[in-house]
């Protein structure tokens, strides 16, 4: 199993649309949890930390289920310049954050 | 100049040769890190340093070779590479704090690209 999994996607949504993305990990023993974004040809860049009372920036709302090892990040009202890949990252413990793969999103007008 | 910087943004380099990646943060962090990202794969870590010394080595290949002189700069030397190498490589910094590793502020990445 991987240490964190994503749907690839892409997700592709209408401007003004709500989208949620999930990710999973697999340590128990992980202790912190951060979203992060890439655009196309562009290094990450942190978008917010997931804190397990769950968080909101604006339009984008994280949550975390330690229970059922699951992060969510919810977008809404998305608009066409959050179309980027959404990195989910979990700090394992001893100095290491462990990326997923992405999850693409494309919001078309 | 501000934030984390890269040098080069693209290298081509054939399986022989010798070249360097360097990596500058002008941000007072503490920790550097090379990673590694290729198509459809999750970003790999290669390489942290805390304080100039090396806290991480992720099972990386010695044909890669990190160099941290100091907690502003950060290398990798690359020596008779394989195809399977070429990829972007992304420097980053953070303010670390006991096992919290703080937000990551990644460079633009240097895209190598191993003949």
């Known amino acids: 199993r991987k240490e964190v999994e994503q749907d690839p996607g892409p997700f592709n949504v209408p401007e003004g649309a709500t989208v949620a993305f999930n990710c999973t990990y697999s340590n128990s023993a992980s202790q912190s949890f951060f979203w992060y974004r890439q655009d196309c040809r562009k290094e990450p860049k942190l978008l917010m930390s997931?804190?397990?009372s769950g968080n909101e920036d604006g339009r984008f709302t994280a949550q975390l289920n330690r229970a059922s090892q699951y992060i969510s990040l919810l977008i809404r009202d998305s608009k066409l310049s959050d179309s980027a890949t959404y990195l989910c990252?979990?700090?394992?413990?001893?100095?290491?954050?462990?990326f997923g793969t992405g999850t693409r999103l494309l919001v078309s007008p | 100049e501000t934030g984390v910087t890269q040098t080069p943004r693209h290298l081509v380099m054939g399986m022989t040769n010798k070249k360097s990646l360097k990596c500058e943060q002008h941000l007072g962090h503490n920790a550097m890190y090379w990673y590694k990202q290729s198509a459809k794969k999750p970003l790999e870590l290669m390489f942290v340093y805390n304080f100039k010394e090396q806290t991480e080595n992720n099972s990386v290949p010695s044909r890669f070779s990190p160099e941290c002189p100091n907690s502003s700069h950060l290398f990798l030397h690359l020596h008779t590479l394989q195809p399977e190498d070429s990829a972007l490589y992304l420097c980053?910094?953070?303010?670390?704090?006991?096992?919290?590793?703080?937000?990551?502020?990644f460079g633009e990445g240097s895209r190598l690209t191993v003949l």
């Open positions: 997931v804190y397990s």
């Open positions: 990252v979990v700090n394992t413990g001893f100095q290491k954050l462990v």
């Open positions: 980053a910094s953070s303010q670390m704090s006991g096992t919290n590793t703080g937000e990551l502020f």
